[in-house]
């Protein structure tokens, strides 16, 4: 209040409440006449009124301005990173985790720890990388600069699933992995985090042609980016039904 005051702000509130309250009590105390009670109080309400009608006038220019914001060209370095997100900290409580990539080997490597730690809390990790004895490799061979020969990526597959299948095996492991091979190179790789919950996250990555440039990547949230998100969801769907399951030994608890 005081500081509404020292700024002269919302003035009118305050005077409107200081004559209910002063008009009120002296009706109550039968000082001043029911008539003069009355017009004070038809003046109150006109009061408020001009407040009203300046509280509107402020919100629509408020929805104007909003709005021209949100229609303005945005530029796209707003939009895309040059940067695949760290994760660590999104999977932190995360109960629901899914990736999608070429061959993940880097990327499962670098979360290893992350992913134990959510595996043994009870977390469901779904994995969808190339199938190497498909056509795949030799797809990504053709997009791919400096790489000459699709045994490249076999080694790689390998690798990352024989690390989740060693995650799903340690003793105390309490969550479920699952894996499948595409028979082609996906367009973008994902990362997705509780992407069914209101606080989901998708995270996309775009993947290049014959370029060793950082590939861009952006971020979609369930709680903002409705349409979107439903569609980006939705292709890992796809990508998920595509692809053949790789058996694992079963967890050891």
């Given at each position: 209040m005081?500081?509404d005051?020292?700024l002269?702000?919302n003035?009118e509130?305050y005077v409107?409440?200081a ?5 009120g009590v002296?009706?109550?105390l039968?000082?001043?006449e ?13 009061l408020?009124?001009v407040s009203n009608?300046g509280s509107r ?6 929805t104007?301005s909003?709005?021209a914001a949100?229609?303005a060209?945005?530029?796209i ?6 940067k ?7 999977l932190?409580?995360?109960?629901d985790?899914r990736l ?5 080997s ?8 992350s992913?134990d730690?959510r595996l043994r809390?009870?977390a469901v990790?779904?994995?969808v990388?190339i ?7 030799l797809?990504?061979v053709?997009?791919t600069?400096g ?11 390998a690798?990352?699933i024989?690390i989740?299948?060693a ?18 190179v ?29 590939n ?5 949230r369930?709680?903002?980016?409705g ?10 769907d ?16």
């Amino acid at each position: 209040m005081w500081t509404d005051l020292v700024l002269a702000r919302n003035l009118e509130i305050y005077v409107t409440v200081a004559l209910s309250l002063t008009f009120g009590v002296l009706g109550i105390l039968d000082v001043v006449e029911p008539r003069a009670v009355a017009a004070a109080t038809l003046g109150t309400l006109a009061l408020l009124a001009v407040s009203n009608v300046g509280s509107r006038h402020r919100l629509d220019d408020l929805t104007r301005s909003v709005n021209a914001a949100v229609q303005a060209d945005v530029p796209i370095d707003r939009v895309l990173a040059v940067k695949a997100p760290a994760l660590d900290d999104d999977l932190r409580a995360a109960t629901d985790i899914r990736l999608v990539g070429v061959t993940l080997s880097r990327t499962v490597r670098d979360l290893v720890g992350s992913l134990d730690r959510r595996l043994r809390a009870g977390a469901v990790l779904r994995v969808v990388v190339i199938d190497p004895d498909s056509s795949a490799p030799l797809q990504a061979v053709a997009r791919t600069l400096g790489v000459t020969s699709p045994a490249f990526y076999q080694p790689r597959v390998a690798s990352t699933i024989d690390i989740l299948a060693a995650l799903g095996s340690l003793p105390g492991s309490a969550g479920r992995i699952e894996i499948r091979l595409l028979p082609y190179v996906p367009t973008f790789g994902m990362y997705l985090v509780d992407p069914q919950t209101p606080d989901g996250r998708i995270y996309v990555e775009l993947y290049q042609h014959r370029s060793l440039k950082p590939n861009p990547c952006f971020n979609l949230r369930a709680d903002r980016d409705g349409r979107w998100y439903a569609f980006f969801l939705e292709q890992f769907d796809i990508l998920w039904d595509s692809a053949r399951p790789v058996p694992l030994a079963p967890t050891i608890s």
